[in-house]
């Protein structure tokens, strides 16, 4: 009895025993992944599915209605999310950011699709730019409000397991455009890695990412535990600087600095660890971060 479909099943059975969450919305593109996953769900516990229409391409609405209804067919209740695409960083990103806000929910988790298929291109993609640990790290199978737990599930198992249950999955075209850089490590890296190889590379990036997330909690939690003045250079300075980075990471959330990229943090950890009287670090939402006798601070852009 080890069909895809009963593979799939035991993942999601098995994240839903582990984590127990209160209530549970599935969220759907319409794609295999997602469509298996809401299958399978709706068979274990009462859930519902949001689909969201980033309005981006042609039929669009239509997709995302039949998305809904193919959940309805499967018990689950299902409702269309239209979402405004704007904002900075390009169409992918900020599609993502819009469709995230639109999936937060009030409670609960919020089940995504992501596959041991999209670890491995996310570990990869990260090793490939020298991204640090957090984000070779790769996604995490919970990390409130989101839960995926197809991250040990290959997406040609979700693919079989849609097609055992008679489902006709939506194609995303954009899956199969070579301008994505995702796709080309799809369709033209990872196979060369796995002929090189002889196999099994989804499943050994899906584990590198698994001892990273080992190792980043356990310095988490230690920068979490660290008791003196982040602000203070002489209290900071010689924390090696794993820690150190973390530390610093901790206070600049705390100053409510958004979305912190390695990089941004490479560049205040410079501030420490590599000074020679540099200017002020630039971060996102518009703030800057400097160093002046012996401290560290954070302030908004003199506009
Ligand atoms: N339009 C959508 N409506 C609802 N859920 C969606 C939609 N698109 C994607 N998802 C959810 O997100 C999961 C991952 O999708 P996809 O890989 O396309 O996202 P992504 O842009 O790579 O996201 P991430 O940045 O989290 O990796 C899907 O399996 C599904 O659960």
Same mark, same amino acid.
């Given at each position: 009895m080890n069909g895809p479909l009963s593979l799939v099943r035991t993942a999601v059975r098995r994240f839903l025993r582990e984590h127990r969450p209160e209530a549970v919305t599935v969220a759907v593109s319409g794609g295999a992944d997602s469509l298996a996953l809401a299958a399978v769900t709706a068979g274990l516990v009462p859930a519902r599915a949001v689909v969201v229409d980033h309005g981006l391409q042609e039929g669009s609405a239509e997709v995302a209605e039949a998305a809904a209804r193919t959940c309805r067919e499967l018990g689950l209740a299902a409702e269309v999310r239209r979402v405004d695409v704007t904002g900075s960083g390009g169409p992918e990103a900020a599609a993502r950011r819009a469709r995230y806000a639109a999936l937060r929910p009030e409670g609960g988790l919020v089940l995504l699709g992501h596959t041991r298929d999209d670890q491995a291109e996310t570990v990869l993609l990260g090793l490939g730019r020298g991204s640090g640990p957090r984000s070779i790290a790769g996604m995490r199978p919970l990390d409130p409000p989101w839960g995926r737990p197809l991250l040990e599930v290959s997406r040609a198992t979700t693919a079989a397991a849609c097609a055992e249950l008679g489902l006709e999955p939506w194609r995303d075209p954009h899956n199969d455009d070579p301008r994505y850089t995702r796709v080309r490590l799809r369709k033209e890296v990872l196979p060369l890695l796995e002929d090189v190889l002889q196999g099994g590379v989804a499943d050994a990036l899906a584990r590198t990412a698994a001892q990273l997330r080992e190792d980043n909690d356990a310095l988490d939690e230690l920068a979490e535990a660290?008791?003196?003045? #982040? #602000?203070?250079v002489a209290e900071v300075e010689h924390l090696p600087a794993a820690l150190r980075r973390r530390v610093l990471r901790r206070w600049l959330l705390a100053e409510r600095?958004?979305?912190?990229?390695d990089s941004h943090l490479r560049r205040v950890d410079a501030l420490v660890g590599e000074w020679r009287g540099q200017g002020g670090v630039w971060l996102p939402g518009g703030f800057v971060a400097r160093r002046a006798h012996g401290r560290l601070r954070v302030e908004p852009v003199q506009s």
């Open positions: 660290f008791d003196g003045d #982040c #602000c203070a600095v958004p979305e912190l990229s």
